[in-house]
């Protein structure tokens, strides 16, 4: 068990809603990073959070936003939904390192 | 084309076979070399990182990099059906944002009995 837990674990949206998934990092850890991986991809990644700044991003558009707070919790918000935001999306915390620890994502489907 | 190739496809093997996994990559400042594991419903797991070229071992897992190749490897010995999962090999550069790994597409692996 690696410590990151993520909520929801399943999302149903329509399309044009909007979204807020959660994740709170394991102890100690400091870094948190976001990614998307659709069906049968790879991870994507989409943006990191260190001392609640936003500190590198992925190749996705603004309406994908976060933060990460006090306690090194984090969210990812995503406006006006798409149907190709249908994806799993993975939290992962780290210490200021590579080694990245994930949790199990949110599976969001976007009907 | 992307950064990073993986190969193969979906993998079946019997239980005691040994594997093979490997990446291709184009980004030649790509320095941190990763392999995760994700069984269906879960997040990644890190087997195993490495750093420079050359092998590591853990136990059954051997990974291998070259890099004047631009190549990774990941070697499973003596497969268990426990070791069927998707494996993502996933790297990094020097002096980005650490979070930022660039992933492979993934291999889905089946060890049966």
């Known amino acids: 068990e690696t410590g990151v837990t993520q909520s929801p674990t399943h999302l149903i949206k329509t399309r044009g809603q909007q979204v807020t998934l959660r994740c709170s990092s394991q102890?100690?850890?400091?870094?948190v990073s976001w990614y998307q991986q659709a069906l049968g991809q790879g991870p994507q990644f989409i943006f990191q959070?260190?001392?609640?700044?936003?500190?590198g991003r992925g190749n996705f558009p603004p309406r994908f936003s976060g933060l990460q707070f006090p306690n090194y919790s984090s969210e990812l918000n995503v406006n006006a939904l798409e149907l190709d935001d249908s994806a799993l999306y993975l939290c992962?915390?780290?210490?200021?390192?590579?080694?990245?620890?994930f949790g199990s994502g949110t599976q969001l489907s976007v009907l | 084309q992307k950064e990073v190739e993986q190969d193969p496809g979906p993998l079946s093997v019997p239980e005691g076979a040994i594997v093979s996994l490997n990446c291709t990559y184009s980004?030649?400042?790509?320095?941190?070399f990763m392999w995760y594991r994700q069984y269906s419903r879960k997040g990644p797991e890190l087997l195993m990182y490495?750093?420079?070229?050359g092998n590591k071992e853990d136990g059954r897992f051997t990974a291998q990099v070259d890099k004047s190749s631009k190549y990774i490897s990941l070697f499973i010995r003596d497969s268990q059906p426990s070791d069927s999962a998707t494996y993502l090999c996933?790297?990094?550069?020097?002096?980005?944002?650490?979070?930022?790994?660039?992933f492979g597409q993934g291999t889905i692996l089946t060890v049966h009995p």
């Open positions: 992962a915390s780290s210490w200021g390192g590579e080694k990245l620890f």
């Open positions: 102890s100690g850890h400091n870094t």
């Open positions: 959070y260190y001392r609640e700044e936003e500190n």
């Open positions: 980004n030649s400042a790509f320095q941190y």
């Open positions: 490495t750093y420079s070229s």
């Open positions: 996933a790297m990094n550069t020097v002096g980005t944002s650490y979070g930022k790994l660039t």
